[in-house]
């Protein structure tokens, strides 16, 4: 009888904080979400679908005394692993036979989809709370950010109620039809995960492979050889840098703007005379819309998760400055 009504106890302790969980408000959960994804332990499969394309990847992140670590194996097709060592990140190519070395991207992975000043994102975004629901066996409790104008896309997030971890991530468009989406199948949250999991399956074989670094120098672009002269209200210029994909390329000029949630990338690579014309013009890769244009010998190329009207908008303002 003691032991029954122990675990009753217990059980409505359970409750409590489950429902302590979802009463929430829901920037405290972006919060959560943030922190989940930096510093809990988990592996998992999650599948992403655009369209008719979809692509399985197998997950595994360790945070410990020497850091944060994580792999990202792609399951589909050509097969690709990502390395990273806190901010170094290794990029296993077997096919090709190359090792890509580069400090860590500024564009976000899932889970860690959110920028760690959530509070940030209520200037652009309606941020509010929907329904509790089920993804990966877990209930889940979903976040939705209606953006405030037309210049970016809307974003629904179903955050596990215990740990706070991002389960599924979806993107849609004004008509909340779906452009993008991350979904876990399955995951482990928390628990023993075997640290072998992090290491690289072609180390062996890389040793053979060649190695391309992807340098970048920062760079002061407000008093380069570009000026911006169209603004995307809310897109701040978050860095700006050289870019050197091989040694002997020539170097590129790299731009990142971001609201905090949806990033625009914008390259700008001189040309020569060798290469062929350039392809102007809008198109999509997955959910990502793409610009490109030349002007004053040099390609431009403008990318981000935003509706295609937004980087035309931004690309047509890039204008070379003259020289006295």
């Known amino acids: 009888m003691k032991r029954t009504l122990a675990l009753l106890a217990l ?45 399985t ?26 390395i990273r060592n806190n901010e170094e990140v290794k990029c296993y190519l077997p096919q090709d036979k190359v090792v890509i070395i580069e400090r860590r991207s500024q564009r976000k992975t899932f889970p860690a989809l959110l920028p760690s000043a959530v509070t940030t994102l209520a200037e652009h975004y309606n941020i509010k709370k929907g329904e509790v629901s089920r993804v ?54 928390g628990g023993h995960i075997d ?22 120098t920062e760079a002061n672009m407000d008093d380069g050889e570009w000026r911006f002269r169209t603004e995307i209200p809310g897109f701040k210029k978050s860095i700006g840098m050289k870019r050197r994909v091989q040694n002997e390329a020539p170097e590129m000029t790299h731009v990142v703007f971001s609201d ?33 244009r030349v002007t004053d010998d040099h390609a431009l190329t403008v990318l981000g998760e935003v509706p295609a009207a937004t980087l035309k908008r931004l690309g047509d303002g890039i204008e070379y400055r003259k020289k006295q």
């Open 11 to 55: 059980g409505g302790c359970l409750v409590t904080a489950a429902q302590a969980e979802t009463q929430l408000d829901p920037v405290s959960w972006l919060g959560r979400i943030v922190a989940a994804a930096q510093k809990l332990n988990y592996t998992g499969t999650f599948i992403y679908q655009s369209g008719n394309h979809s692509e």
């Open 57 to 82: 990847s197998r997950i595994t992140h360790i945070v410990d005394g020497s850091g944060e670590r994580e792999k990202l194996e792609v399951l589909d097709g050509s097969p690709r692993e990502i």
């Open 136 to 189: 990966a066996g877990l209930d889940s409790q979903l976040i939705i950010l209606e953006p405030k104008d037309k210049i970016r896309y809307g974003h629904m997030l179903w955050a596990d109620v215990t740990s706070g971890l991002l389960l599924k991530a979806r993107m849609v468009d004004d008509k909340n039809e779906p452009i993008e989406q991350f979904a876990f199948t399955q995951v482990q949250i």
């Open 195 to 216: 640290k072998a999991a992090l290491k690289p399956k072609f180390a062996a074989q890389a040793a053979d492979w060649r190695v391309q670094n992807a340098y970048t």
């Open 260 to 292: 905090g949630l949806a990033a625009i990338s914008v390259f700008i690579e001189p040309l020569s005379g060798k290469q062929a014309a350039q392809q102007s013009g809008l198109f999509s890769v997955g959910g990502i819309n793409v610009y490109k």
